[in-house]
């Protein structure tokens, strides 16, 4: 079994920035990993993806450019840098993990999800 906990949320004025963390424990995989958002009343979509080595990313058309998202296997932690945040990018962002080596990650092949983190963008 794997956990994951994300951190990092909270509230930011357009045009800023938030830095979201995913720790994992549990039993140790080989897996690609990526963050989810959910807005109300929306579907949960895929924001950006990357490979158990790294060398791998895919990013949603919106963010790229703004968001990067990168992970410290030693560490067992996931991040996404997010720049120039927009409000229409307030919802809850998930952590997930899922046993592939193919970006983007589909959700139905997510194995393991966070509890998410609430971002808000809101002058």
Same mark, same amino acid.
């Given at each position: 079994?794997? *956990?994951?906990?994300?951190?990092?949320?909270?509230?930011? *004025? $357009?045009?800023? #920035?938030?830095?979201?963390?995913?720790? /994992? #424990?549990?039993?140790?995989?080989?897996?690609?990993?990526?963050?989810?958002?959910?807005? $109300?009343?929306?579907?949960? /979509?895929?924001?950006?993806?990357?490979?158990? #080595?790294?060398?791998?990313?895919?990013?949603?058309?919106?963010?790229?450019?703004?968001?990067?998202?990168?992970?410290?296997?030693?560490?067992?932690?996931?991040?996404?840098?997010?720049?120039?945040?927009? $409000?229409?990018?307030? /919802?809850?962002?998930?952590?997930?993990? /899922?046993?592939?080596? #193919?970006?983007?990650?589909?959700?139905?092949?997510?194995?393991?999800?966070?509890?998410?983190?609430?971002?808000?963008?809101?002058?």
């Amino acid at each position: 079994q794997v *956990q994951l906990v994300e951190s990092g949320g909270g509230s930011v *004025q $357009p045009g800023g #920035s938030l830095r979201l963390s995913c720790s /994992a #424990s549990g039993r140790p995989f080989r897996s690609a990993m990526g963050w989810f958002r959910q807005a $109300p009343g929306k579907e949960r /979509a895929l924001v950006a993806s990357i490979t158990y #080595s790294g060398s791998s990313t895919f990013y949603l058309d919106s963010v790229k450019g703004r968001f990067t998202i990168s992970r410290d296997n030693a560490q067992n932690t996931m991040f996404l840098q997010m720049k120039s945040l927009k $409000p229409e990018e307030t /919802a809850v962002y998930y952590c997930a993990a /899922a046993p592939t080596t #193919s970006l983007p990650i589909d959700v139905r092949l997510v194995r393991y999800w966070g509890q998410g983190t609430k971002v808000t963008v809101s002058a």
